[in-house]
T-cell receptor, first 114, second 110 residues
Framework: GAGVSQSPSNKVTEKGKDVELRCDPI?????LYWYRQSLGQGLEFLIY????????KSGLPSDRFSAERTGGSVSTLTIQRTQQEDSAVYLC????????????FGPGTRLTVT | GENVEQHPSTLSVQEGDSAVIKCTYS??????FPWYKQELGKGPQLIIDIRSNVGEKKDQRIAVTLNKTAKHFSLHITETQPEDSAVYFC?????????FGKGTRLHILP
């Protein structure tokens, strides 16, 4: 079946502009995660959605970052007033139940802020 | 704070030899330890995982060992092949999150 998809695959934006990154999780997966991967670095946790519970936003680096998950399915990560240090690959993952479950990752969105 | 340390950051092994990647974690309550493989331009993919009620798990050429007392776990790849070249991430469940190590870039030399 279809895996996790993300769009766009690449995004180049000017410093100060807002960007929206989209994630379509695997159908039926209740948990959805966003991570940031800077060049040569590990996976930095950003935010976690689990069913109808309030999301765990503890990894968001600043108030310029926000995310929504509508209808328990598609999620959008928004970065306002982008800065050059926001340049990274943003990865989305979903899992059937939640933590302690295999996470299925999308291919990522490579964001470049010029 | 909550932490997963991974070593080495880069590893080069001759094709056919074994590769070992080691991780340590900080929270003794962690009970789930997955390993992910990331190929160039792709998202990470789970290759093996282990839970705290077992000490070792094997799947063909891949094995993971867990030492809960020492709070460390390791990935072993035997008879390495060119397609094993990738970045490998360990992770541990800490509180209600999965925390990833910084990754190991594995090069398989011909």
């Amino acid at each position: 079946g279809a895996g996790v998809s993300q769009s766009p695959s690449n995004k180049v934006t000017e410093k100060g502009k807002d960007v929206e990154l989209r994630c379509d999780p695997i159908s039926g997966h209740t948990a959805l995660y966003w991570y940031r991967q800077s060049l040569g670095q590990g996976l930095e946790f950003l935010i976690y959605f689990q069913g109808n519970s309030a999301p765990d936003k503890s990894g968001l680096p600043s108030d310029r970052f926000s995310a929504e998950r509508t209808g328990g399915s598609v999620s959008t990560l928004t970065i306002q007033r982008t800065q050059q240090e926001d340049s990274a690959v943003y990865l989305c993952a979903s899992s059937l139940v939640g933590q302690g479950d295999e996470q299925y990752f999308g291919p990522g969105t490579r964001l470049t802020v010029t | 704070g909550e932490n997963v340390e991974q070593h080495p950051s880069t590893l080069s092994v001759q094709e056919g030899d074994s590769a070992v990647i080691k991780c340590t974690y900080s929270d003794s309550a962690s009970n789930y330890f997955p390993w992910y493989k990331q190929e160039l331009g792709k998202g990470p993919q789970l290759i093996i995982d282990i839970r705290s009620n077992v000490g070792e798990k094997k799947d063909q050429r891949i094995a993971v060992t867990l030492n809960k007392t020492a709070k460390h776990f390791s990935l072993h790849i035997t008879e390495t092949q060119p397609e094993d070249s990738a970045v490998y991430f360990c992770a541990a469940s800490i509180s209600d999150k999965i925390i990833f190590g910084k990754g190991t870039r594995l090069h398989i030399l011909p």
